[in-house]
């Protein structure tokens, strides 16, 4: 990869996103952190903003302005605002509002900032070239609580249409949930209000879940959806499901339930179905298998010949929490439409150190993959890329946006920090 990418590095020089300028204040505790970032020859990691609060998703707008949203409000705000106004490199100004709970979903479309709680999603019109928009709050669609897989991620077409996971809140829908050897409940009712991505109108007022159309289904949450106007096409990153080994011993074993299932990387189509939780893809034998929940022994497909298959897996409980595509126009060509994926790192591996905690590079050729993921960002869970746990990594990486100025900004979950990373044209 890093030889790769070093030589098409030479080939292309930078096209948009500055330079840190020389008075630039990026040394200390800022200079230390980027450092630790390793991404590909040719780019750089910069801190863009840090200590924000334990952020989710990030957007852009076209101004250059970035908005992250925290899971847990700072000082009664769950929202930062960043601006860089003298194009340092660095967001000069960071300003923290909406005195509402916290989130994972934030979305610029339409002059508007969409925002998700676990249970709504609202919005705000911007006017002008102000940072934070001053229009009225309104309230665009209010769902159920749920008791886990809760987060509520947003992805927008240019058709009207606002797609929203509405994840599983169940592991394998086993009865009782989560238990050695309980079968699941077949067919699993879940399915009727969960374990998918639901369309709702993108401009309609006060929408309740009777208001959405279920897009596709089978899917156990997906955190990371994207929008693909060039493609037409929706894409989603699924959370494989957990415990293999702990509820079904006699079937796999503890360092086959580290790798198993696949975290897929989903291609949405109205009425795809991915056979959640009848199935499970296994990325080692390339083919959906069906669930020990459900009769399966690990190698036998049955019903899930029948399930839509991923366009590819990455192995198990790396936890993709973010999903963008790249068409900006600072990196090399090579980057041109492909995709970025943010690994959050799980708890799931155990005992066996945990993975994830990076970002990975897919490359696309129009609407096809061209090859297989190459890694382009790690270090960010500090000195040991496998830490023993999730809350014993330094920075979990969680979302990603483009910027205006064709740069990649990754948030973190842990801190709130944001890098920048940047194609240096050498």
């Known amino acids: 990869m890093k030889t790769r990418l070093g030589i098409l590095s030479l080939l292309f020089m930078m096209l948009g996103c500055s330079s840190p300028s020389p008075n630039s204040s990026g040394t200390g505790d800022e ?25 989710r998703h990030i957007a852009s707008r076209k101004n250059g302005d970035l908005y992250l949203r925290l899971s847990v409000p700072e000082n009664g705000r769950s929202i930062v605002a960043l601006r860089d106004t003298n194009e340092d490199g660095e967001a000069d100004i960071q300003e923290y509002f909406e005195e509402l709970e916290g989130g994972t979903g934030i979305k610029v479309h339409n002059n508007y900032l969409y925002f998700s709680t676990d249970l709504k999603v609202y919005r705000r019109r911007f006017s002008g070239n102000e940072l934070v928009p001053s229009g009225e709050l309104e309230l665009i669609l209010s769902l159920d609580p749920q008791n886990q897989h809760a987060a509520k991620p947003l992805a927008f077409d240019d058709e009207g249409n606002m797609f929203v996971t509405i994840g599983a809140p169940s592991n394998a829908c086993q009865e009782p949930s989560r238990t050695a050897g309980a079968a699941g409940l077949d067919p699993c009712p879940l399915l009727e209000t969960s374990g998918g991505i639901w369309k709702f109108s993108a401009n309609k007022l006060n929408q309740t879940f009777e208001d959405g159309e279920n897009y596709a289904t089978g899917i156990r949450h997906a955190v990371g959806i994207y929008y693909n106007k060039k493609h037409q096409s929706l894409y989603a990153m ?92 600072q990196f090399p060509v090579s980057f041109a ?29 129009g609407k096809e993959l061209m090859t297989g993921y190459q890694t382009f960002a790690t270090g960010f869970a500090g000195d040991n890329d496998e830490p023993e746990s999730p809350g014993s990594a330094e920075h979990r990486p969680c979302g990603l946006a483009v910027g205006a100025d064709g740069c990649l900004y990754i948030s973190d979950s842990m801190k709130g920090w944001v890098w920048r990373i940047r194609h240096t044209g050498s």
């Open 31 to 55: 200079a230390e952190a980027a450092s630790k970032i390793q991404a590909p020859e040719g780019f750089v990691a910069e801190v863009f903003a840090k200590d924000l609060g334990r952020g």
């Open 238 to 329: 699924q959370h494989g499901r957990d415990q293999l080994h702990e509820f079904w011993p006699d079937l796999y074993t503890q360092k086959q339930s580290a790798e198993l299932p696949a975290e897929e990387f989903l291609r949405v189509e109205e009425g795809s179905n991915f056979g959640w939780p009848y199935c499970y893809y296994d990325w080692q034998k390339y083919v959906r298998i069906l669930a020990p929940e459900y009769g399966g022994d690990g190698d036998s497909v049955g019903r899930c010949s029948s399930a839509d298959l991923p366009l590819m897996g990455f192995p198990g409980h790396w936890a993709p929490n973010a999903l963008e595509f790249y068409y900006g126009d």
């Open 337 to 365: 439409g492909g995709a970025f994926i943010a690994f959050h790192g799980s708890w799931n591996r155990a005992p066996f150190p945990q993975q994830g905690y990076k970002v990975v590079f897919v490359p696309f050729s």
